[in-house]
Nanobody
Framework: QVQLVESGGGSVQAGGSLRLTCTAS????????SAWFRQVPGGGRERVAH???????TYADSVKGRFSIPKDNAKLVLYLEMNDLKVEDTGMYFC???????????????WGQGTQVTVSS
């Protein structure tokens, strides 16, 4: 059974940095599509960063230039590096991954349980 587990969330002041980690079991981030999503209470789930099988990355406008989505295929790890954090970055962050054909349908099958990020002013 595929399992994704996020870690690295926490509380930080505005302007600070965090690195989230998504660790996979029985799954590899090689040659698949993966992404980080953010959800706030009462709001929908927003995709903030995506990396495709050809390593093309895309970012939500709100995080461009501040977030990046590197990965370590050998370690079965996907990261979200977040710099210059803002109060509006607060939310629950989820990693998701699947074959790109599935991802393109907007329905990745594999999700982590989420890790909370809280940014204070």
């Amino acid at each position: 059974q595929v399992q994704l587990v996020e870690s690295g969330g926490g509380s930080v002041q505005a302007g600070g940095s965090l690195r989230l980690t998504c660790t996979a079991s029985r799954w590899s981030f090689r040659d698949v599509c993966s992404a980080w999503f953010r959800q706030v209470p009462g709001g929908g789930r927003e995709r903030v960063a995506h990396i495709s099988n050809d390593l093309t990355t895309t970012y939500a406008d709100s995080v461009k230039g501040r977030f990046s989505i590197p990965k370590d295929n050998a370690k079965l790890v996907l990261y979200l590096e977040m710099n210059d954090l803002k109060v509006e970055d607060t939310g629950m962050y989820f990693c998701a991954s699947d074959f790109c054909s599935q991802f393109s349908r907007g329905q990745p099958r594999y999700w982590g349980q989420g890790t909370q990020v809280t940014v204070s002013s």
